[in-house]
C-alpha cells in the first residue's frame, strides 16, 4: 500500500511572499529518502477555520500528516490552540519541556520572558520532543495506523527536531522502499534539444524522467521504486548525453573542485569583477576550501584591476574592461600575486544597464591561468543581474573544471 | 466581498524537495500588492488525479485560480491535457503561439526541435498569453466571475507573463483594497525579548502583527487593509523598539550601505576572510556600486594576510588569525591598498571544524578602519556553515551602517 504524506505550512508569511518555503523541499527531500515522499502539501494562513480545514482534510486522506508553523510564542502563533481543539484534547503543563526552555535561555544568559510558559503546555495523549534550538517543542500524536506532528515553522528547530525524533519512528514503523533518485547535471544544451536526444522508449514506466531547468543550465532526474530498473536507465541516459554533462546528485561545480584540486595537489585563486565575490563565497562553501584556496581579488574598479592585479592600462583602453584579454590579465596576476598553480577571472555586464550592441547586457569574459597555459572565454548569459551573476560564477568553476579533466 | 485566491503548484520536484518555491513567494508578494492576497495554495505532482482533484476544490472554492508548471514541451508535462478536460474543451492549434516560437529559437540561431509544436496547442476558448522567454504560452479561462490562470513553472517566464497580462486583468477586474504591508528590521534582540516589550494593546483588531525569524534577525510585520491603522501602529511599534531597528520594508543591509556611501561621497574597500566573498558580493548586488565600492581581497590564507594585506606575522602569532587585532589589520591594510576611505574586514570560524573553548564556532572578530579611527567588535553565532557566513556578511555591513550614521 502507498503511504501518503501530508504537508500542511502554516503561516501567512509565506502566502503573502515575504518567507520562502525552505521547510518544504528540505522535508521533500527527507521523506523520499525514507520511502515516504511527499503526496501533497497545503499551506494555508494563521487562521483558525484554515488550519481546522487542512487538518480535517490531511487527517481523513492520509497516513502521515506533518504541519509546521505557528507554535512560537507570541500571539499570531495559534496552531497549538488549534490542534488542541481540532483532536478533542486538553492543553496540559509539561515539566520537562519547561525546564528545557529555562536551559536554553540560561545558557544566553537571560532571564526567561514569561511569554515562554506557554510553550510548555502540550495537548494530552501528545508527545513532546523537547527541542534543542529553540522553545517550542516538536508535538506527536498517533492514533491507529495514523501518524501526526506538528513541527516549529525556524527551519533549523524543524530539521532538527525531525533528525531527533520523527525520521526514526517512520524508518521504524514504515518498512517503505526508499525512491532512488538520480540526477545528472548538464551545462551548454537547452531542455528541448535534450529531449530530441533522449528517445522515449528508453525510459519503462516503471522510472519517471524530470526535467529540472536551473539558473543557466538543466538538470535531469531519473527516478522509481525500482532501484535496479533507476540505475540501467540511468546509464543509458549518460551514454547518449555524457558531452553535456558535468556532475550527479547532489554534486555542484564548487564541490567537485573540492575533490578535484586536492587529488592534484593544486591551489587556486580568483579575481573577480562582474561576479563581485560570489566565485569565491562559492569555493569556500565548502569547510577546508583553505587546503587548496588561498584567496584572491574583488577587482571592481580599472584602478584596482591595475594597481593590484597587474592589468595594464594599455589593455583596458584597447580592449576594455570586459573583454578576453582583461580577463587574461587579472587571472594571471592574480595567480602570480598569490603565488597559485591556477587563477580564473571573471569580467562582464551584469546590468542592468552599461550594455552595448557590441557588448549587450550578459556578456561575461572568463580567463584561466595556469603555469604552463593561458585560457579565455567570452559568452552571453540571459537573464537579471542576479541570474546572470550567478550563471557566470558556477560557468568559471565549471570551465576550470573541464580543464583540469583535461590535463588527467 | 472577499475574493478568494487559489494557486496551485504543480511538479514532482516541489514535493520532492528537488526546487525550491520561489514562485509561490514572488507570486504572493505581487498579490498581496494588488490586494489579492493568496488565500491557500496546494502543491502537488505532476499526476492527472491530483492535478484534476486541486482544480475541483480550487475552482469550487475561489474566484481566482493561479496554476503553475507542467506546461514544458517534454513528456512529464500533462498540465495541459488535464486543464483542457477538466474545462471540457478541445486542443485546438494556434498560428500566433506557433511562430513566437519559432522567434525565439531563431532569435538563438537553432533549428525549432518538433517537439515544441505541442506548444501551440491551446484548449479552445482559452486566451494564450505570448511568452517572450520561453515556448510555452501562459493561458486564460474566464465563466462568469472565476479565473483561471495557467503559467509555466519556470520563474523567469512566470513572473514575465504575470507582470505582462495577469495583473492588470485583475486590477481591472477586481477593485480592491490593497493590503497595507509595512515591515521593520530589528537586530541584536531575540523574538521572545521583543515581544516583552511591545505591549498586546497597542495593536487594534483590524491590524495585524506578525514575527518573521529571519537568518541572524527578527524581521517585525504590520499589516492591514486599513492604511491609516497600519501606520498608526508602525509609529508607536517604531517608538518602543527603535533602537534595535536597522530598516524598514524592502530595505537590505546592502541596499541602505548603497544610499548612504555615495550620499557621503565615500569609497569602500573589504578583506573577507571566513565570509570568503560574501560581504563583497552583498554589496555589488547593488547596480551602480562601483561608484563607492572599489572592491577588496578575499584573503583566505594566511599567507595572502600577510603578503597582499600587511597583516603582521606578529600579530597572527600573538592573537591568532580569529581576532580583533587581525580583523583590524586587515581592515586598514585592504583600505590603504584600495585608497578607500572605509576598509571593513571579517575573520572568524565558520565551521564545522576549528572551534575551540576559547574560540566556538562561530566566533567572528570584525574590523572597520576608517581615514580618522578604527574599530573591532567580536561576536558569536549560532548555526550552521552557511547562516555563521551569511549571517557574518550583514552583522559587517550593519556595523558600519551604525559607524556612518553616528557620523552624520
Known amino acids: ?45 494563521d487562521d483558525e477555520t484554515e488550519i481546522r480545514e487542512a487538518l480535517d482534510s490531511c487527517w481523513q486522506n492520509s497516513e502521515v500528516v506533518i504541519s509546521s508553523g505557528g507554535l512560537g510564542p507570541t500571539n499570531d502563533d495559534i496552531t497549538k490552540a488549534v490542534i488542541a481543539d481540532f483532536f478533542s484534547k486538553v492543553l496540559e503543563f509539561r515539566e520537562d ?7 536554553i535561555f540560561q545558557r544566553r544568559g537571560l532571564e526567561v520572558p514569561e511569554i515562554n510558559r506557554n510553550q510548555a503546555m502540550v495537548p494530552e495523549d501528545f508527545t513532546a520532543f523537547i527541542n534543542r534550538l529553540g522553545t517550542a517543542p516538536g508535538l ?15 527551519p533549523i528547530e524543524l530539521k532538527g527536531l525531525y533528525k531527533d525524533y520523527i525520521k526514526t519512528i517512520l524508518q521504524n514503523d514504515f518498512k517503505s522502499q526508499p525512491v532512488t533518485i538520480k540526477t545528472l547535471h548538464t551545462w551548454r544544451i537547452s531542455e528541448s534539444a535534450l529531449a530530441e536526444i533522449l528517445p522515449e522508449d528508453i525510459i519503462p514506466p516503471e522510472v519517471q524522467l524530470a526535467w529540472l531547468p536551473q539558473t543557466g543550465r538543466v538538470d535531469l532526474r531519473v527516478y522509481g521504486s525500482d532501484k ?3 540505475l540501467v536507465t540511468i546509464n543509458k541516459v549518460k551514454q547518449l548525453i555524457n558531452q553535456y554533462i558535468w556532475g550527479e546528485d547532489s554534486d555542484t561545480p564548487q564541490s567537485i573542485l573540492h575533490n578535484l584540486l586536492p587529488e592534484k595537489g593544486m591551489t587556486l585563486s580568483a579575481a573577480e569583477s562582474c561576479t563581485g565575490g560570489l566565485v569565491q563565497k562559492l569555493i569556500t562553501d565548502n569547510a577546508g576550501s583553505s587546503a587548496y584556496f588561498k584567496g584572491g581579488m574583488v577587482s571592481y574598479s580599472n584602478e584596482v584591476k591595475i594597481s593590484l592585479l597587474g592589468v595594464k592600462d594599455n589593455t583596458l583602453q584597447q580592449f576594455g574592461a570586459v573583454s578576453e584579454e582583461t580577463a587574461l590579465e587579472m587571472a594571471e596576476g592574480v595567480r602570480k600575486l598569490t603565488d597559485s598553480d591556477w587563477g580564473i577571472s571573471t569580467t562582464g555586464i551584469a546590468g542592468p544597464d552599461g550594455g552595448s550592441s557590441e557588448k549587450p547586457v550578459g556578456t561575461v569574459c572568463f580567463g584561466i591561468s595556469g603555469k604552463a597555459d593561458n585560457y579565455s572565454y567570452r559568452t552571453v548569459f540571459n537573464g537579471d543581474r542576479e541570474s546572470i551573476r550567478f550563471k557566470a560564477s558556477e560557468y568559471i568553476i565549471l570551465l576550470l573544471i573541464e580543464q583540469l579533466r583535461r590535463n588527467l
Not at 498517533?142 to 515553522?153: D, I, M
Open 1 to 45: 500500500m502507498d503511504i501518503r504524506v501530508s504537508v500542511i505550512n502554516i503561516g501567512n508569511e509565506l502566502l503573502l511572499g515575504q518567507t520562502v518555503n525552505t521547510n518544504l523541499s528540505w522535508l521533500g527531500q527527507e521523506l523520499a529518502a525514507i520511502g515516504l515522499p511527499i503526496t501533497r502539501t497545503i499551506i494555508i494562513k
Open 97 to 103: 519541556v519547561w525546564s528545557s526552555v529555562q536551559t
Open 228 to 230: 535496479t530498473k533507476v
Open 140 to 154: 506527536y500524536y498517533q492514533n491507529g495506523n495514523k501518524k501526526f506532528f506538528a513541527l516549529p515553522g525556524v
